[in-house]
């Protein structure tokens, strides 16, 4: 069965700390998407990859990073947390190679900023 | 990405149909459409999708309007299991590269099953 893992279910991090983010997906995707999701505002992409080391902005970049070194990791960082950032962090991957390939979402991860 | 309206909340009853609408006008000829769902506490998870001619699978059927700008996501027999937020998504067809792979979520429609 496809995979897409995210390291932590639930993290507390304070305010000003740096704070990674992990995402490994066992199906050799190229594609791999960040995104956050709040009560009323839906999935927001944060950032977006497509290729090792290659990465693009999505609709609500400010605050975040991402590092892919590898095909199968997709990190998203945090460099200086802050409360607004409290929020649900769902990492996902896709094939570039068929037609219309669809999206895997990992569990999610609840971050809580304080 | 064409925008997608759905309706935000939907109530059916347990062995019944459930019927989830959505309006997507400004769809272009090349795009599809998608259907997500979103479980409490999961991340969301492919339904079925479809360009023109209605799609069945084993989670549910998928009917695109003759002039494609909505489509109705059908669950056949409603459990309570499936009760969830359902998202349409609209994205071009065809082998994409970079940042054509992405897909924009709105805020979906909350089915809530109910005995």
């Known amino acids: 069965d496809v995979k897409v893992t995210q390291s932590s279910r639930y993290l507390v991090k304070r305010t000003g700390e740096k704070v990674f983010l992990e995402c490994v997906q066992d199906m050799d995707h190229e594609n791999m998407f960040w995104y956050r999701q709040d009560p009323g505002l839906g999935l927001r992409l944060i950032y977006f990859?497509?290729?090792?080391?290659?990465?693009e902005k999505g609709d609500i970049p400010e605050g975040y990073s991402v590092s892919r070194e590898k095909k199968e990791r997709f990190s998203l960082i945090l460099e200086s947390a802050s409360t607004n950032q409290t929020s649900m962090y769902l990492c996902?991957?896709?094939?570039?190679?068929?037609?219309?390939?669809?999206?895997?979402f990992g569990s999610g991860t609840q971050l809580s900023v304080l | 990405d064409a925008k997608t309206t759905q309706p935000t909340s939907m109530d059916c009853a347990e062995g019944r149909a459930a019927n989830l609408p959505c309006n997507h006008s400004?769809?272009?000829?090349?795009?599809?459409v998608y259907w997500y769902r979103q479980i409490h506490s999961q991340g969301p998870q492919y339904i079925i999708h479809g360009l023109k001619n209605n799609e069945t699978n084993e989670m549910a059927s998928l009917i695109i309007t003759e002039d494609r700008k909505s489509s109705t996501l059908i669950l056949p027999h409603a459990t309570l299991r499936d009760t969830a937020v359902y998202y349409c998504i609209v994205r071009p067809s065809g082998i994409l590269t970079g940042g054509g792979n992405k897909l924009t979520f709105g805020t979906g429609t909350q089915l809530k099953v109910e005995l």
């Open positions: 996902a991957s896709s094939s570039t190679g068929a037609t219309n390939e669809k999206l895997f």
């Open positions: 990859s497509y290729d090792v080391k290659m990465k």
């Open positions: 400004t769809i272009s000829g090349n795009e599809y």
